[in-house]
């Protein structure tokens, strides 16, 4: 069924063209590298894996039920609306919250896809833009994974968000060749890691546990590079340039904080506007989820050298100053950890299984 039959809301043109400016810039110098980075690089290579094969895509998962998310995370939950749903529509919100929450996972891979092939045609170093193609077939696998999850298992998508979407476009316009970095590699995808590992860590459901730490694996190495590559660089620039940056940061933190709200679903369910964003406002869970979302950009932010007193300020406007001091090798470290775990798991249950059919047949064949 062709996409745009599936959206809850009318996305509009099928498609969004960005104007984008900037030079494509080439490197002679083939022997030199970042040893840092031709090691990420090589490790990028490693890491290939096809999400048709690694993915169980044979799970079964409840429409209604998708992520196994308790009452009390949900928005309404509380409110003189939930008082009045049944069961059968608390799940209809269940399936609308997940489609709009992994519709925006998608539409920002194809962003990243688009973001990383970027800098494979800006970045003037070749050992950036070797693992930048890497990283361009990663988004690509992303992207395929959540529309196949999307497709089948859900069977709804939303629009874009507009937030996201404006994120997306300030990034892509600019000429500069470092801002796909931070406009993507330390916003969007810091912001979509916090995200990703919230899911995994509390959902019971082995289908988006599965799909959600494979993809945060790869993820752990895209923040690394944007680090790597980004720190280098901004020890070279001007007090100015750095403030220019750290503006950019500022406006993108903000666009992202209002990003994961869900809106779009409370006004689905015949909610106005203004009362929806009251709601989301006032949701104890929603306001721990959106500081915690900053667990990743924060540290990273400090790291890469932009910490000035405006860009202080905005993160203790926001709450989140403290996540500063947040240990984001540690956090990498856990991502890579969990997905091997996770993969040694399924192979051995597997395994398991396989000794124990072969040895039901063996004794069948010895009873005959």
């Known amino acids: 069924m062709p996409t745009h039959e599936l ?10 063209q960005v104007p984008a400016s900037g030079a494509a810039r080439f490197s002679w110098e083939y022997d030199d590298g970042r040893d840092r ?16 094969r690694r993915i169980d895509w044979g799970l079964e998962v409840d429409p209604h039920d998708p992520l196994g998310t308790p009452d009390e995370a949900m928005t309404l939950y509380g409110t003189p609306y939930w008082a009045k749903l049944t069961d059968r529509d608390k799940g209809e919100l269940r399936k609308h ?3 709009w929450q992994f519709s925006q996972f998608l539409h920002g891979e194809q962003g990243a896809m688009v973001c ?21 077939m990663d988004e690509a696998r992303h992207a395929e994974i959540y529309g196949r999850f999307l497709h089948e298992k859900i ?44 899911i995994r860590d509390t959902t019971d459901k082995p289908l988006p546990k599965q799909i959600l730490a494979y993809i945060m694996q790869d993820e752990a190495r895209h923040v ?20 220019e940056r750290e503006e950019f940061v500022i ?4 666009l992202m904080r209002d990003r994961l709200r869900g809106i779009e679903v409370l006004e689905n369910f015949g909610i106005p506007r203004a009362e929806a964003e009251r709601y989301s406002e006032q949701s104890e ?65 597997e395994e398991k299984e396989r000794v124990a059919e072969v040895t039901e047949a063996i004794e069948a064949g010895t009873e005959s």
Request: with cysteine; net charge negative.
């Open 7 to 16: 959206y809850a809301k009318d996305p509009g043109d099928s498609h969004w």
């Open 37 to 52: 980075l031709l090691a990420l690089y090589q490790k990028g290579k490693d890491k290939q894996w096809d999400g048709q």
């Open 97 to 99: 919250y997940a489609s």
């Open 116 to 136: 990383a092939a970027r800098i494979v045609e800006s970045v003037p170093d070749l050992d950036a833009k070797f693992y930048s193609a890497t990283q361009t």
């Open 155 to 198: 069977g709804m998508l939303y629009p874009v968000n507009d937030n996201l979407q404006a994120l997306l476009g300030d990034t892509l316009r600019d000429a500069r060749w470092d801002m796909p970095y931070l406009g993507m590699q330390v916003l969007i995808e810091g912001l979509a890691l916090a995200a990703f590992g919230m």
């Open 224 to 243: 690394a590079f944007g680090r790597m590559a980004l720190r280098d660089y901004y020890s070279q620039l001007s007090d100015a340039e750095l403030r």
């Open 251 to 254: 406006e993108g933190c903000y």
């Open 285 to 349: 869970f929603l306001h721990l989820f959106r500081q915690l979302l900053f667990s990743r950009i924060v540290p990273c932010v400090k790291d890469i050298g932009l910490w000035g007193k405006r860009l202080q300020q905005a993160y203790v406007d926001m709450g989140v100053f403290e996540m500063g001091n947040s240990n984001l090798d540690l956090l990498m470290a856990q991502d890579e950890e969990i997905a091997e775990r996770l993969d040694a798991e399924r192979f051995a249950a």
